[in-house]
DNA sequence: TTTT
DNA sequence: TTTT
């Protein structure tokens, strides 16, 4: 019915962008958020590792502007997937889907905290959109066929 | 940057349809959302009063479903307008502008949870819409790599 | 650095009271939250399937009043675990660590809407603090059933 | 039921901790958060402006961490007040009383992204508890600066 | 001006 | 009354 998640932590290394046979952009990085608390007895901050996936317009702006390290907003839904595994065991996958995500840090140190890329967010639809009374079209439909399909063995991925 | 505000609480009346001169819906209403505590000596309950605001279809579907009373969810963002009174003195408004609102109880007490009401949200344009991300079939892990191609058609996207 | 999840769903089973050696109650249910769209060609809405874990004076209250089926509001955080099967592989295991639950059906169909249970937040509890939930333990899954008690000590608790 | 708000903006100005004559220190200051959508014809994009509220140890942090046009990041609830100004109308103010605040810059542009203040949280401090925040008074606007302390008792904080 |  |  509802369901809503908002992170602030740092990559934990660059975003990879990948692309399905029939063209549509995926990206994928992982969140390291900090835990508010220092668990046990010992005093180092632990941190939850939180995989975040983007499609379409706001994965390749994610591509192009996020890297290792940088902090950064996410907002989006817990999606639970599932597969079987190659030993034939059902294995469940655990992802944010974003679709909002805000770089509160950039590229130089200083200064440009207006670039393209600091307002990156999902809005799709054909025509009209969102909650404005007013229009935030995309400019193209990134459903393009490269023809190459999507580069990714078991070991890249973090689950 | 970000602006996000969950609230579940009881309407106070019925919503208000209105509709601009544009022709465009405006429904306003009215949450009741207890606090937390009580304050103070006192034993009673307080609760805040929350000013909602829905556009479009979302507004519609809100004057039709929601009624007095009724237990809500809404999903926005807060907004500050300012206009100056009749005595020339500016006055401030804060409202929350609600994109995903769900309707939590329904008219008759008992059963019909997945009547069309319930699952209202602000996704303007005809056919595709709103604000789902991407990925969600459920048989098949589109990131394991077995060799072969990702199989899925455009069909399968869901958008 | 932040980590906040609001879902709103429903059981899809009766929520598990159980005891650390230490005596921490330690509840986990499975929230059954619906997408906001249909996937594919199908008709059929689908649904996330996301595990809450309450601790001590919540998980208490979870146990008493939640039960199979009941629509349910959770606030909390996204937390990552991770331990070693019997195979030697590391598991990861992504769990909401919930410290507000609101029961928003009862037990009657109608009436009883301010019962105790509707209210139950971590904050509140016999000495307990915080908005910090609990459980970070890296080496081992508290919820597989073994037949023997939960393995762990006052010490792994990080309150 | 359920009231929860997160907020990423600039500070407008300086924050400004007080006490009440029992001594609880209050901090307010206003954030401005860029809309996420220019209006009408213009270009020049809007903003939001929240007044937030800080209390006790939060509050203390806040004033000695935050200054003007910092980037942060507030968790909390909206709260409306209300009190009668000196022509014996009633006024309407909503707050949003932070339970949790996030310095996403800090004094030197480079480095330190660990210092104290980034981790400030209501949850922690002498004695206190919870996630509650605080001030609730329907009565009278602490805010009005009328040159005299703060006349609030410790019986109206509800904690 | 407020809901249960 | 507003930040970058």
């Known amino acids: 019915m509802l369901n809503r998640v908002i992170l602030i932590g740092r990559l934990t290394r660059d975003p990879e962008l990948r692309y399905t046979p029939a063209g549509v952009a995926v990206t994928q990085f992982t969140l390291a958020v ?3 608390f220092t668990s046990g007895g010992s005093k180092e901050r632990e941190a939850d590792f939180i995989n975040i996936v983007t499609w379409r317009q706001l994965a390749e702006t994610c591509a192009n502007y996020l890297r290792k390290g940088r902090l950064t907003a996410v907002e989006g839904r817990i999606q639970v997937r599932n597969y079987d595994n190659n030993e034939g065991k059902r294995v469940y996958v655990t992802e944010v889907i974003a ?3 805000r ?11 207006e670039e393209g890329g600091s307002n990156a967010n999902a809005s799709y639809g054909g025509g009209s959109s969102g909650n404005r009374g007013g229009g935030s079209r995309e400019q193209q439909d990134p459903f393009i066929d490269d023809g190459k399909p999507i580069d990714i063995s078991d070991d890249d991925l973090p689950f």
């Open 34 to 36: 900090d835990r508010p």
């Open 103 to 113: 770089f509160l840090e950039s590229s130089n140190s200083a200064g440009n905290r």
């Open 99 to 101: 679709d909002n995500v």
